[in-house]
């Protein structure tokens, strides 16, 4: 298990939490993926799903763990309804980049208990109101499924 990555030379958190090397309050493990509370909790009951092999991004994640993280962050997201914490909806979020916000390298599922008014939201830009042509969307769309096919 690589504990570095190439955005930092220090040993991963992430990884030191997986391993039990650093401290956190656990939710689930299995073979493949960890939950735990992230440290600072956009609202109460905030989780992260993890995998246990480091990867820094989705492009070095199997699929079968994204799979699992996802099926994990399902089952998270109905016990966090059953919990008595406040949890009127739920967020997924996976931030894959710094520029989508990513601030620690090893692949992480945010799973967020929502309720009304709890100021949590997303910023839109400038240009998101403006609905563009149905040939921009399709074009668009040519172009990630040519994606598609080179990635084959
Ligand atoms: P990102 O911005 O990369 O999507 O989210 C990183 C998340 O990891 C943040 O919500 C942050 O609070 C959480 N986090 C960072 N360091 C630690 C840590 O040492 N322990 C835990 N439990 N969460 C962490
Ligand atoms: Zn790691």
Known sequence: MDEHNDHQSTPCIFCA???????????????????FMDIQPVNPGHVLVIPNNHAADLSELPGETGGRMFQVGQRIAAALRRS???????????????????EVFHVHLHVLPRYTGDGFGFVFGPHYRNRPERSALDDAAARI?????EAV
């Not at 939490?17 to 939950?35: C, F, H, K, M, N």
């Not at 008595?84 to 990513?102: H, K, P, T």
Request: glycine letters at 14%.
């Open 145 to 149: 499924r040519q994606g598609l096919e």
């Open 17 to 35: 939490i997986v391993q039990g090397a650093a401290p956190a309050s656990r939710v689930y493990e299995d073979e493949l993926v960890t939950a």
């Open 84 to 102: 008595g914490l406040r949890c009127e909806g739920v967020n997924f979020f996976l931030a894959d980049g710094e520029a989508a916000g990513q």
